[in-house]
């Protein structure tokens, strides 16, 4: 009896860090803001994967929303410095929230956006 019952906590345990070692084992909670790599950020490693991600489904190369293309290198830099790219990423309030319907760029992105422009805009 006593040793069922050990067995039993034994393998209660065992399945609850099973599940919380699987859960944690994501990058941004394993390694928090201080890890986020703002160095040598470049179009094509760094900021076209997010823009891919939640961008181009509504600012694609053909009939994008609000006129707006972000479908390249060429289309975001082009964004990024003469429209309201950065602030409706940002949420700050001088342009529409963007990407439309949720899902805000974490700070870490935000912060690689911020190093890829004042990087000059590296391809
Ligand atoms: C679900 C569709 C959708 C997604 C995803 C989306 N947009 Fe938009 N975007 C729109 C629409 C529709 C408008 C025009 C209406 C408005 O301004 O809200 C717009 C407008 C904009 C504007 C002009 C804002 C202004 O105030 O004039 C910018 C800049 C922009 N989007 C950038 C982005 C960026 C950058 C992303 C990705 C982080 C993104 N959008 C994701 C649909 C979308």
Redesign the pocket.
């Known amino acids: 009896m006593v040793v069922k019952m050990i067995k039993q906590l034994f393998w209660g345990i065992a399945i609850v860090f099973g599940i919380s070692a699987c859960y944690y084992d994501k990058g941004e909670e394993l390694y928090g803001k201080s890890q986020c790599v703002t160095t040598n950020i470049t179009y094509t490693k760094d900021i076209s994967v ?2 891919n991600q ?2 181009v ?3 694609g190369a053909t009939a994008p ?2 006129g ?1 293309s ?1 479908h390249d290198y060429t289309s975001v830099v082009e ?1 990024v410095k003469n ?3 950065v ?3 940002k949420q700050d309030g001088t ?2 929230n ?4 949720g899902g805000k ?1 974490s700070t870490c992105n935000i912060s690689k956006l911020d190093a890829w422009i004042q990087g000059g805009y590296k391809q």
Not at 98 to 101: E, L, R, S, T, W
Request: charged fraction near 10%; aromatic fraction near 8%; include cysteine.
């Open positions: 997010s823009v939640s961008c489904g509504c600012h929303s609000a707006i972000l964004n429209g309201k790219f602030g409706s990423v342009a529409s963007m990407p439309k319907g760029w």
